[in-house]
């Protein structure tokens, strides 16, 4: 896989048929390019930026704001424990008219308002701006700053981010590339997800050396504004915001309901399995890959639905049964 396919003029009916059962990005050429707020973006950004304070409500939003040296590239300082941005509340009209004014500047501080839920402080801007692919209860979240690169990360949920205004770059890894990519904490992340250690544009090899791996299956997609980009659940994305001002709107949304969180799982397994003698492990490994993820078909199949116990079909009441246990366990 060498290129994302681009897709024009696409229909939900389409999507769901053929974009997504594709399991790959791909991009959605001029799909929101009929949007007021693209359509004002591309007159000026004083008339976008106009636009969005006629839309906002007052209330502050998380502002993310490093010094000029930092050329936008949010992330630890000089080591994990810290960071080289700092973040708090701020009006938004506030940091609109500060971006503005950082525009011209040949050093800009670098400003970025980061994932903010558009029917929480814009409520009108989702009526206006509507993206008819997804159904009405998936939440818009909109990201407005200049330049700045977001460390490549991945998403527990499916994602489209489409561009309002500036220009935007995509760096893509599949899931299976983590192991090249070099995970950094879960306790202390940047922006709420753990990133790679990588600042993937510009790579150090002798103290990544795998990262060489996850080059080879490197996919770069640049969007600009109108232009969207469909990202599978999991995938890997560093995200370069090329303009003075950009403007971002996503969609996050997962089809599957699950009785418990993943990650809380993978932390139960971390304590249960991770420091067992390596001779256990391929067993684990085996029991997970029949039970969990099915490899074999269903694990169950060849029992009676009564003999199917906590292995079988999750019923309130099994999925009531088994967070008992689980919370006894804990807690001895």
Known sequence: MSTVPVFQHITPAEFEAVVRPLGQPAVLKGVISDWPAVKLAQESDEALVDYLKAHENGEVVGVYVGAPEIRGHFFYGADTRSENYRHGPTPLAMALDRLLAERDKPNPTSIYVQSTLIDKHMPGFAVENHLDLLPPTVRPRIWIGN????????????????????????????????????????????????????????????????????????????????????????????????????????????????????????????????????????????????????????PVGHLKAQDQGSLGLLTPERIRLIKQSLIKALQA
């Open 147 to 298: 330049e700045a690169v977001t460390r490549a990360h991945y998403d527990l949920s499916f994602n489209i981010a489409a561009v309002v205004a500036g220009k935007r770059r995509f760096l893509l890894f599949p899931p299976e590339q983590l192991v090249n990519l070099y995970p950094g904490p879960f306790d202390r992340t940047i922006g709420g997800v753990p990133v790679s250690m990588v600042d993937v544009s510009n790579p150090d090899l002798e103290r990544y050396p795998r990262f060489a791996e996850a080059q080879k299956t490197m996919l770069t997609v640049d969007l600009e504004a109108g232009d969207a980009l469909y990202l599978p659940y999991g995938w890997w994305h560093q995200v370069h915001s090329l303009s003075r001002f950009n403007v971002l709107v996503n969609y996050w949304w997962d089809d599957a309901q699950t009785a418990a969180q993943p990650y809380d799982a993978l932390f139960h397994a971390i304590l249960a399995i991770r420091d067992m003698p390596k001779s256990h492990h391929p067993l684990w490994k085996t029991l997970f890959d029949y039970y969990v993820f099915g490899e074999h078909g269903d």
